[in-house]
């Protein structure tokens, strides 16, 4: 999708769903917010044409991209904002183009202000691709109040 104003990602509920329907980058890859629960959440994406690299396999960067959304809704339960402080990935397996991806997150713990949190992508028959390891920071910005113009 080449279109700079991409359109919001429409599964919407509560504050998590607010944070989505502004994530522009994760519309724009297609990505699907199958469930989002506090503390949980999946995220599915059909791997394009366009997310392979040189070697005709899904380009890393756009795996540790539906990863880190799956993270981002997981640890994003309020009205606070949660971003990132750190976060790892190891790849288990390759996939290619017409794959559905799907990222699963889920919280291993919250101590204050600082979280944890692991999500296992797997490929459409449910094998692992790829393990994440996210560490969020709850920081005191205020959400954005305006929603991107459709």
Known sequence: ??????????????????????????????????????????????????????????????????ADTAFAIACNEDEQVTVAAGADITFLAST?????????????????????YDVTVTDESGQPVAEFRGRSITTRRTPPLSTPQE
């Open 96 to 116: 290619r183009a017409g794959q559905t991806l799907t990222a699963t997150a889920r919280r291993r713990v919250l101590s204050g202000r600082n979280g944890l």
């Open 1 to 66: 999708m080449t279109d700079a104003a991409a359109p919001p990602n429409p599964t919407v509920r509560n504050g998590r769903g607010a944070m989505m329907q502004r994530d522009r980058a994760s519309a724009a890859l297609g990505m699907v917010v199958e469930s989002d629960e506090p503390g949980e959440a999946v995220v599915s994406m059909l791997v394009r044409q366009d997310m392979t690299n040189g070697f005709e396999i899904t380009h890393g960067g756009l795996v540790f991209a539906l």
